[in-house]
């Protein structure tokens, strides 16, 4: 049978946008992280409410094509970790496949959003940071904001990949909610935060009120 080369060319150009349209979905992907690992790994971590949106150039790649972004200004209500200074916009890739964010614009809902610092009161995000609706959250969650996860930044949060799991160092603290729970926001992430203790070893602590002496001078894990 007799092929075209009008043909071959539309069905060589059907899989190369079929490659890339496969590539561009795999370009985004995240590990899971307890809320308390993104909190110490981010540089900024503020609540906030968004105002505006528009798309900006924010210079050019190596084939001088425009690099864009999305930029969201936004209101700042409380920074819990950053610079001295209020954040007013927030900068983001424009679509998901290449880790872009989206957010309301509208100022009606108020977020909790972790991403890495930039110059002149701007943030960056991508979709592996931990933003999330600040209602969503729950009462320890927003309460270890301000202290319980930046004490346990010297401790190591370990994901369980199957069971039996355990720890190999004693500044480790196992995390469970996927094994168990088949869920990344279950129990450990929504209600405990792993509190370094004064003999240097780390674990779970639950409750909105601050760790006691007693629990931190505990022998036992």
């Known amino acids: 049978m007799p092929f075209s080369v009008n043909g071959i060319l539309g069905t060589l150009a059907l899989l190369l946008l079929l490659w890339r349209a496969e590539?561009?979905?795999?370009?985004?992907?995240?590990?899971?992280?307890?809320?308390?690992?993104?909190?110490?790994?981010?540089?900024?971590?503020?609540?906030?409410?968004?105002?505006?949106?528009?798309?900006?150039?924010s210079g050019n790649d190596v084939y001088g094509n425009p690099i864009k972004r999305i930029q969201y200004d936004?209101?700042?209500?409380?920074?819990?970790?950053?610079?001295?200074?209020?954040?007013?916009?927030?900068?983001?890739?424009?679509?998901?496949?290449?880790?872009?964010?989206?957010?309301?614009?509208?100022?009606?809902?108020?977020?909790?959003?972790?991403?890495?610092?930039e110059a002149d009161g701007r943030m960056h995000v991508t979709l592996c940071d931990y933003?999330?609706?600040?209602?969503?959250?729950?009462?320890?969650?927003?309460?270890?904001?301000?202290?319980r996860?930046?004490?346990?930044?010297?401790?190591?949060?370990v994901r369980c990949p199957s069971l039996p799991c355990t720890i190999s160092a004693?500044?480790?603290?196992?995390?469970?909610?996927?094994?168990?729970?088949?869920q990344v926001h279950g129990r450990q992430a929504n209600h405990y935060a792993c509190v370094k203790r004064s003999d240097g070893s780390c674990s779970w602590y639950r409750g909105v009120a601050p760790p006691k002496k007693e629990f931190l001078d505990a022998e036992d894990p």
């Open 74 to 117: 936004i209101k700042q209500i409380k920074m819990f970790k950053g610079p001295n200074q209020d954040i007013e916009s927030v900068f983001t890739a424009p679509v998901s496949a290449v880790c872009g964010v989206t957010l309301d614009a509208t100022g009606k809902k108020e977020y909790l959003i972790s991403g890495k610092a």
């Open 131 to 147: 933003i999330m609706l600040w209602d969503s959250l729950s009462a320890t969650q927003k309460k270890s904001l301000s202290q």
């Open 170 to 182: 004693p500044e480790e603290c196992l995390w469970t909610d996927l094994m168990i729970e088949k």
């Open 149 to 157: 996860y930046q004490m346990g930044c010297d401790c190591k949060i």
């Open 23 to 57: 590539e561009l979905a795999e370009a985004c992907s995240c590990a899971p992280v307890h809320p308390q690992e993104a909190f110490c790994h981010a540089d900024v971590v503020i609540r906030a409410k968004v105002v505006g949106e528009r798309e900006v150039v």
